[in-house]
């Protein structure tokens, strides 16, 4: 740029090879002749025009001196948009980031196996799942290759070898993995995982989930007990029968807060151009009068004749306006207003123009056209708001036992979920007389059992539209109210809860009433979710619940949320109980296994934010962070493997019954496995042991961490002084990689105790109290 002007080129923007302060201005001339004079003036401007109060703002490189010039001229030259100062801040920032890029390609970066197992699934076909985090993994162009041998003894190789595939989340990197495990013809001992970076690691393969359990015994467990789909009112009405027919076991609650109910207003729309459409919806559902309503636009045939509305009886009659030729003159702005504006219509109906539009074209005649609600069901659905249901069942209802609660269906169109809390609740029933391990369920345990959690979507799922997801209630304003919208309107149930919510800035859920993911226009807006939370708090004796949805072949827990910027997670349950989660998920998800060969991926076994993605205010967040309710998910449904195609299918929401009934009994298997990992929390008398383990030494440093016999936390103090519940407790390394190591410099006398998950504190020692019997230990340092 060579500006010119009777003071000639500013000497600071050509005299040397320095920028001297050469910024990004602002200018604002009168009108477009100051950017023609601009131009003429040789000045550089950028590609930016904006219209502002007082002329035209334009942006322009300049250096101090040409900014004084400019303004001798009478130009207004504002301030500065950026300025060399960013500029250095721009160049300082990216040579720094290229110096770290180029520090990490020159080092060999180090990996982190985070999991290696080999299981089997289905017709006994073998897979191979691997884990790795790569210290280099936020560099997107590193790569990870893994090799596997083909059994003890055999090379690396010979079983395979296969790339693996970057896996990011909000943005941020995670770890490395195969999509999908990976098909192999034996069971691997080993495997190496070699990185672009010169990064290698040779890591044991171990087996994921136990062997199938042998049922012995005298008796038969009887099982398999749904053989068709079955809607909400089918449900609890199942559920109602169990309850007559077993009144020593059970006890049928109905929670307090009734839903809206399967039922709508009624609606009906006139005109096709979105500037002449006129839709009206009925005051009353269509149930309680709604559906026997009608309306008409009428043609008056004659010449300037006024718009009149008329109703007699539930007939609404719009006469429509003409001008002097006999033509029709309303528009469908001013059949809103007259329809809303006569009393007696507006005691019946609302009328609206189509998604906010203004509504000037002209409306067309129209015969009279009855109002409907547009619901499918049949008669034997209830129109009325829905009584929920809790069948509980225990030898013991009184709150002395662990209570657990059992729920299903928060999302409509998840048909198999109710079947697996029906198939439980039968076989807790039908098997406690014969089966001894039944019984022991049955009288250790208060059990809660919520087969539909959204019975009105659920209706409506079953009879309408089938990919409906959420409720029935419609938040939304005229703008989104019309009849075409009627399959996008509800609350997510399983977005309406207090914990990481939408509202809190946490993502997964929407503020939008079309959204499949609405969260609802508040916190706990919905009786679903306002009804398991008061089953919480007034049974407080409930310790552990599983939530089943679908699809996908699922096994996790919280957290279930985070904020997008940053990847802020809701808090990670601290070491003991995510020790407690994967230790359960092995022996529940083997019972899993047990009915037809299904194994859940390791892959999709962790957090909810782990394997899945952030679902802002999902009951288990809720229960978990307000009550400490130990909540785990399942997503039935495990994809199938096609051994010809040597491709992983997806099943759907609603697969053949066939596929169906196998996800329902597979998975109720895994509800009994929640049953005995919830007995055995109830009845566990037997204190933790633990030790600790030396991890590395090296000159001047030693890094040690703790081993445990079973899922506990440990707290430690470094300092001498004794151990309480305020010490410092072991954490967890990190996402999916095992509890920290600790590191001491010098020689450090190392004082702990343990408690686990059911609360029985190792040695039996009082942390508030004064006793000497915890653990303790010198780490030295060479």
Same mark, same amino acid.
């Given at each position: 740029?060579?500006?010119?002007?009777?003071?000639?080129?500013?000497?600071?923007?050509?005299?040397?090879?320095?920028?001297?302060?050469?910024?990004?201005?602002?200018?604002?001339?009168?009108?477009?002749?100051?950017?023609?004079?601009?131009?003429?003036?040789?000045?550089?401007?950028?590609?930016?025009?904006?219209?502002?109060?007082?002329?035209?703002?334009?942006?322009?490189?300049?250096?101090?001196?040409?900014?004084?010039?400019?303004?001798?001229?009478?130009?207004?030259?504002?301030?500065?948009?950026?300025?060399?100062?960013?500029?250095?801040?721009?160049?300082?920032?990216?040579?720094?980031?290229?110096?770290?890029?180029?520090?990490?390609?020159?080092?060999?970066?180090?990996?982190?196996?985070?999991?290696?197992?080999?299981?089997?699934?289905?017709?006994?076909?073998?897979?191979?799942?691997?884990?790795?985090?790569?210290?280099?993994?936020?560099?997107?162009?590193?790569?990870?290759?893994?090799?596997?041998?083909?059994?003890?003894?055999?090379?690396?190789?010979?079983?395979?070898?296969?790339?693996?595939?970057?896996?990011?989340?909000?943005?941020?990197?995670?770890?490395?993995?195969?999509?999908?495990?990976?098909?192999?013809?034996?069971?691997?001992?080993?495997?190496?995982?070699?990185?672009?970076?010169?990064?290698?690691? @040779?890591?044991?393969?171990?087996?994921?989930?136990?062997?199938?359990?042998?049922?012995?015994?005298?008796?038969?467990?009887?099982?398999?007990?749904?053989?068709?789909?079955?809607?909400?009112?089918?449900?609890?009405?199942?559920?109602?029968?169990?309850?007559?027919?077993?009144?020593?076991?059970?006890?049928?609650?109905?929670?307090?807060?009734? *839903?809206?109910?399967?039922?709508?207003?009624?609606?009906?729309?006139?005109? *096709?151009?979105?500037?002449?459409?006129?839709?009206?919806?009925?005051?009353?559902?269509?149930?309680?009068?709604?559906?026997?309503?009608?309306?008409?636009?009428?043609?008056?045939?004659?010449?300037?004749?006024?718009?009149?509305?008329?109703?007699?009886?539930?007939?609404?009659?719009?006469?429509?306006?003409?001008?002097?030729?006999? *033509?029709?003159?309303?528009?469908?702005?001013?059949?809103?207003?007259?329809?809303?504006?006569?009393?007696?219509?507006?005691?019946?109906?609302?009328?609206?123009?189509?998604?906010?539009?203004?509504?000037?074209?002209?409306?067309? %005649?129209?015969?009279?056209?009855?109002?409907?609600?547009?619901?499918? %069901?049949?008669?034997?659905?209830?129109?009325?708001?829905?009584?929920?249901?809790?069948?509980?069942?225990?030898?013991?209802?009184?709150?002395?036992?662990?209570?657990?609660?059992?729920?299903?269906?928060?999302?409509?169109?998840?048909?198999?979920?109710?079947?697996?809390?029906?198939?439980?609740?039968?076989?807790?029933?039908?098997?406690?007389?014969?089966?001894?391990?039944?019984?022991?369920?049955?009288?250790?345990?208060?059990?809660?059992?919520?087969?539909?959690?959204?019975?009105?979507?659920?209706?409506?799922?079953?009879?309408?539209?089938?990919?409906?997801?959420?409720?029935?209630?419609?938040?939304?304003?005229?703008?989104?109210?019309?009849?075409?919208?009627?399959?996008?309107?509800?609350?997510?149930?399983?977005?309406?809860?207090?914990?990481?919510?939408?509202?809190?800035?946490?993502?997964?859920?929407?503020?939008?009433?079309?959204?499949?993911?609405?969260?609802?226009?508040?916190?706990?807006?919905?009786?679903?979710?306002?009804?398991?939370?008061?089953?919480?708090?007034?049974?407080?004796?409930?310790?552990?619940?599983?939530?089943?949805?679908?699809?996908?072949?699922?096994?996790?827990?919280?957290?279930?949320?985070?904020?997008?910027?940053?990847?802020?997670?809701?808090?990670?349950?601290?070491?003991?109980?995510?020790?407690?989660?994967?230790?359960?998920?092995?022996?529940?998800?083997?019972?899993?296994?047990?009915?037809?060969?299904?194994?859940?991926?390791?892959?999709?076994?962790?957090?909810?934010?782990?394997?899945?993605?952030?679902?802002?205010?999902?009951?288990?967040?809720?229960?978990?962070?307000?009550?400490?309710?130990?909540?785990?998910?399942?997503?039935?449904?495990?994809?199938?493997?096609?051994?010809?195609?040597?491709?992983?299918? %997806?099943?759907?929401?609603?697969?053949?019954?066939?596929?169906?009934?196998?996800?329902?009994?597979?998975?109720?298997?895994?509800?009994?496995?929640?049953?005995?990992?919830?007995?055995?929390?109830?009845?566990?008398?037997?204190?933790?042991?633990?030790?600790?383990?030396?991890?590395?030494?090296?000159?001047?440093?030693?890094?040690?961490?703790?081993?445990?016999?079973?899922?506990?936390?440990?707290?430690?103090?470094?300092?001498?002084?004794?151990?309480?519940?305020?010490?410092?407790?072991?954490?967890?390394?990190?996402?999916?990689?095992?509890?920290?190591?600790? @590191?001491?410099?010098?020689?450090?006398?190392?004082?702990?105790?343990?408690?686990?998950?059911?609360?029985?504190?190792?040695?039996?020692?009082?942390?508030?109290?004064?006793?000497?019997?915890?653990?303790?230990?010198?780490?030295?340092?060479?």
């Amino acid at each position: 740029m060579a500006m010119t002007s009777d003071s000639g080129v500013a000497p600071d923007r050509s005299s040397s090879d320095e920028q001297n302060g050469v910024g990004l201005m602002r200018i604002v001339v009168a009108d477009k002749s100051g950017i023609d004079r601009l131009n003429e003036l040789g000045v550089d401007l950028a590609e930016y025009v904006k219209p502002v109060d007082n002329g035209i703002e334009v942006h322009a490189i300049l250096s101090p001196g040409e900014s004084q010039a400019l303004r001798d001229m009478g130009f207004d030259v504002q301030d500065a948009i950026s300025d060399q100062g960013d500029y250095a801040a721009n160049v300082a920032e990216r040579a720094a980031t290229m110096r770290a890029v180029q520090a990490l390609a020159a080092s060999t970066d180090t990996l982190n196996v985070l999991r290696a197992e080999w299981f089997t699934s289905l017709d006994n076909q073998l897979f191979l799942n691997i884990e790795v985090k790569s210290s280099a993994g936020t560099d997107s162009t590193t790569a990870l290759t893994a090799s596997w041998d083909s059994g003890a003894g055999t090379e690396i190789g010979s079983g395979g070898t296969a790339a693996m595939s970057r896996f990011t989340d909000a943005g941020q990197y995670m770890y490395h993995r195969f999509s999908n495990p990976v098909a192999i013809n034996a069971a691997p001992t080993k495997a190496t995982i070699t990185s672009n970076k010169g990064g290698s690691v @040779t890591v044991d393969v171990s087996k994921w989930l136990g062997s199938p359990r042998k049922v012995t015994g005298d008796h038969p467990y009887v099982s398999d007990f749904v053989d068709h789909y079955m809607d909400p009112t089918e449900v609890t009405a199942r559920f109602t029968s169990l309850a007559a027919e077993f009144p020593k076991l059970t006890q049928l609650i109905d929670l307090p807060y009734k *839903t809206n109910g399967y039922r709508r207003q009624a609606q009906a729309q006139f005109g *096709t151009a979105t500037g002449s459409i006129v839709y009206v919806t009925s005051k009353a559902y269509g149930s309680e009068g709604g559906n026997d309503l009608s309306m008409s636009l009428v043609n008056p045939g004659a010449a300037n004749a006024p718009l009149t509305v008329g109703v007699s009886g539930n007939s609404v009659t719009v006469r429509l306006a003409t001008n002097g030729s006999g *033509t029709i003159t309303s528009t469908a702005a001013q059949v809103v207003a007259s329809v809303n504006g006569n009393a007696d219509a507006a005691k019946l109906l609302t009328a609206s123009t189509y998604r906010g539009n203004a509504g000037a074209g002209v409306v067309a %005649a129209a015969a009279a056209t009855k109002l409907t609600d547009n619901l499918k %069901a049949p008669a034997s659905v209830s129109r009325d708001p829905f009584q929920m249901k809790v069948l509980r069942i225990g030898k013991h209802r009184d709150g002395s036992k662990v209570g657990v609660f059992l729920y299903c269906q928060e999302h409509a169109r998840e048909w198999v979920t109710p079947l697996v809390c029906v198939e439980s609740a039968e076989r807790l029933l039908r098997n406690y007389a014969q089966d001894p391990n039944t019984r022991k369920i049955v009288d250790d345990l208060d059990i809660f059992i919520l087969p539909v959690t959204n019975p009105d979507g659920a209706h409506y799922s079953m009879y309408d539209y089938n990919m409906q997801r959420r409720n029935m209630t419609n938040y939304c304003p005229a703008s989104s109210a019309d009849p075409a919208n009627r399959n996008a309107w509800g609350v997510d149930i399983n977005r309406n809860f207090s914990v990481g919510s939408v509202y809190d800035g946490y993502n997964g859920g929407s503020t939008s009433c079309t959204s499949d993911t609405y969260a609802g226009p508040s916190k706990l807006s919905e009786p679903e979710a306002r009804n398991e939370v008061w089953l919480v708090d007034n049974f407080p004796n409930i310790k552990l619940s599983m939530n089943t949805h679908s699809y996908g072949g699922y096994f996790m827990w919280p957290p279930g949320a985070y904020k997008t910027a940053g990847r802020e997670v809701l808090p990670r349950v601290d070491q003991g109980t995510e020790a407690f989660f994967w230790t359960s998920s092995d022996y529940i998800l083997s019972r899993v296994q047990e009915y037809r060969g299904t194994a859940i991926w390791p892959g999709r076994t962790g957090p909810v934010t782990d394997v899945l993605y952030s679902a802002a205010g999902n009951s288990a967040d809720e229960h978990w962070y307000n009550r400490g309710i130990i909540g785990w998910d399942f997503e039935v449904g495990a994809d199938v493997y096609d051994p010809k195609t040597k491709r992983f299918t %997806a099943v759907g929401f609603q697969p053949p019954f066939a596929e169906g009934h196998e996800e329902a009994m597979e998975f109720a298997n895994g509800n009994i496995g929640i049953l005995e990992v919830a007995r055995a929390y109830a009845t566990d008398k037997i204190q933790p042991k633990t030790a600790v383990k030396i991890v590395k030494q090296e000159p001047g440093a030693t890094t040690f961490t703790f081993t445990t016999s079973e899922p506990a936390n440990v707290y430690y103090t470094l300092d001498g002084s004794r151990p309480t519940f305020n010490s410092p407790k072991l954490a967890l390394a990190g996402m999916r990689e095992g509890v920290q190591n600790l @590191t001491v410099n010098s020689n450090t006398t190392v004082n702990w105790f343990s408690v686990d998950i059911a609360g029985n504190v190792e040695s039996n020692y009082k942390p508030d109290g004064n006793g000497k019997n915890y653990n303790k230990q010198t780490v030295s340092v060479q």
